[in-house]
Nanobody, 119 residues
Framework: QVQLVESGGGSVQPGGSLTLSCDVPLVILESDVFGWYREAPGKQREFVASITIDGGPTYADAVKGRFTISRIKNDARTEDLKMRRLTPGDTAVYYC????????????WGQGTQVTVSS
């Protein structure tokens, strides 16, 4: 079973920055979508950002202009999510995901990393 591994979470004050990383033990395909999701306490998991090898990034409105997802390549091993101007509303467990739009069953998640924003 393939599993992605997130790192870089932690506690930060409002207005601070964090960079999350996701180790991807696979060759990334052109038909893969790499994305970040988050799950806050008592809420459903929600989309944060995604990107493909040939396409540009897509962001949730809540993070647009503050978060940056790294470009991906076929042989990349680590993908990042740079988060700036963090607010308490960004507090959540963050998950990375690799989903293939053609190959069913190629849908992998990490175990999550906690991000806490508080003063």
């Amino acid at each position: 079973q393939v599993q992605l591994v997130e790192s870089g979470g932690g506690s930060v004050q409002p207005g601070g920055s964090l960079t999350l990383s996701c180790d991807v033990p696979l060759v990334i395909l052109e038909s893969d979508v790499f994305g970040w999701y988050r799950e806050a306490p008592g809420k459903q998991r929600e989309f944060v950002a995604s990107i493909t090898i040939d396409g540009g990034p897509t962001y949730a409105d809540a993070v647009k202009g503050r978060f940056t997802i790294s470009r991906i390549k076929n042989d990349a091993r680590t993908e990042d999510l740079k988060m700036r101007r963090l607010t308490p509303g960004d507090t959540a467990v963050y998950y990375c995901n690799l989903l293939n739009t053609i190959l069913s069953g190629r849908n992998y998640w990490g175990q999550g990393t906690q991000v806490t924003v508080s003063s």
